[in-house]
């Protein structure tokens, strides 16, 4: 490898720029630099699904440029650029025809938002929401118009129905599931978000599937599978993200799911790393902001010399459905030995997953039970200790 090759930092997500605040802590003159499709500019992507609520623009949102970060934090971001290829031997990634050496590479690249494949022509009013420039150019589509149809019913869909609605907008979500969050609830507490989204003028079809989306007017008409129609003036897609594995199983790097990666964080090549929404840590693909916080932290000390393993603690998903407030722990994945047990007075649910001797392995809590996530966090074991 090429020691006097900066470190190459691809994404300028919140994983990347974590990183480099960490980096910076710990090494102030050890070059750095960033590549980024987007913009660069530095925002919290959960605000993302908060910003009608709180009626924030794009540009309100962005907390700096990255002019402004790279003076911040000392480095080199080159900004609306694509990495098109890394080579794993030579140490070298392509943009375009140009490229660039590295000593280390990170790869932040993060998820993107799985495509609907949809017939009937109007594509263009479909909108994925899943970075700033997304969130700017839905919301001049969304301007002065009334009726959201939202696809996908999981924690994103949740999130803006919720919101859009505070921004006051007419929601529907469409989603092929028997409940909200299929994945991530019980179905005591699922049911308690639909009943809080439902009481602020949310409309729920769950089961069908979109079939069709014509335009219609200046809006649009949907139709399911089931043969109902629905008419709306904007579609907000929120059928699922997919970690970015494509470039890197391209290079010769294991992906699974996301990009393989041990507890250093370092991929099947040398001296290439990853975190964040693009990386699978031994076998969790976590999309979420605290797992991606513990892996800079720990990366910027293996970058700079001292190889230190990712723990990842009790980590709860608070949702931001202020019509019905959600906390969840989900249960480790594949593990069949525990159940449910849940306790409720409406809409407000206590449902905790413990294996036959009675240990917590997971919760999920709604309403006025939120109160509890404290005590049961003490109990909950770490994710990856
Ligand atoms: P990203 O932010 O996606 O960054 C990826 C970066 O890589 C971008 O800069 C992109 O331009 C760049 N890039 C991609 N490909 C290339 C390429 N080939 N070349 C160059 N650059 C490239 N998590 C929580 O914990 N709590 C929440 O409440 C919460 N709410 C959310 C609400 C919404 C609406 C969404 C969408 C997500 C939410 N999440 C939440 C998830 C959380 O935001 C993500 O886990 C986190 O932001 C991922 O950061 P990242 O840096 O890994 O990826």
């Given amino acids: ?8 930092i691809i994404g300028s997500g919140l994983a990347g720029y974590n990183l480099a605040k960490e980096l910076r802590k710990l090494a102030a003159d050890q070059p750095l630099l960033m590549i980024t499709g987007d913009d660069g500019r530095s925002y919290s992507k959960p605000m993302l699904s908060t910003g009608y609520g709180k009626n924030k623009t794009a540009d309100e949102l962005a ?3 990255a002019a402004g ?17 890394i080579d794993i ?6 943009l375009g025809d140009e490229t660039v050496e590295y000593s280390k590479l990170v790869l932040a690249w993060g998820a993107e938002a799985v495509g609907p494949r949809i017939e009937g022509g109007a594509e263009d009013r479909v909108f994925s929401i899943n970075d700033l420039e997304d969130y700017a150019k839905f919301r001049s589509a969304a301007e002065g118009k009334k009726r959201v149809l939202i696809m996908g019913a999981g ?8 919101d859009m609605t505070a921004g006051g907008y007419e929601c529907e979500i469409v989603a092929p599931c028997d409940q909200v969050f299929p994945t991530l609830l019980p179905e005591s507490a699922a049911n308690a978000v639909q009943a809080g989204l439902e009481g602020i003028g949310v409309k729920f079809h769950l089961g069908p599937l979109v079939s069709r989306i014509e335009r219609d007017g200046d809006g649009v008409v949907a139709t399911l599978d089931n043969g109902d129609e629905i008419r709306a003036d904007v579609v907000v897609s929120a059928i699922g993200l997919r970690p970015r594995t494509q470039l ?8 699974n799911h996301g990009i393989v990666a041990d507890r250093h964080l370092k991929t099947s090549a040398d001296d290439v790393y990853t975190l964040g929404d693009c990386a699978e840590v031994e076998g969790r693909v976590l999309l979420y902001v605290l797992p991606l916080m513990a892996s800079a932290r720990a990366l910027a000390k293996t970058l700079t010399g001292t190889p230190t393993e990712v723990s990842y603690g009790v980590m709860p998903v608070t949702v931001k459905t202020p019509a019905c407030p959600v906390v969840v722990s989900p249960p480790p994945g594949g593990d069949a030995s525990g159940r449910w047990i849940v306790e409720q007075e409406g809409n407000d649910v206590q449902a905790e997953y413990r294996n036959e001797a009675g240990d917590l392995l997971g919760y999920a809590l709604t309403g006025a039970k939120v109160a509890n996530k404290v005590a049961l ?8 200790p």
């Avoid at 970060?69 to 290829?85: C, D, P, S, W």
């Avoid at 031997?89 to 392509?94: F, L």
């Fill in 1 to 8: 490898s090429n020691s006097s090759a900066p470190i190459v």
């Fill in 248 to 255: 890197a199983g391209d290079a010769g790097i294991k992906v």
């Fill in 377 to 384: 966090n003490k109990e909950l074991p770490a994710i990856m």
């Fill in 155 to 162: 924690l994103i869909g949740c999130e803006f129905a919720n």
């Fill in 89 to 94: 031997d030579a140490h070298t990634i392509s």
């Fill in 69 to 85: 970060m790279a003076e911040q934090l000392n480095m080199t971001i080159r900004t609306n650029t694509v990495v098109t290829a």
């Fill in 63 to 65: 907390m700096n440029t």
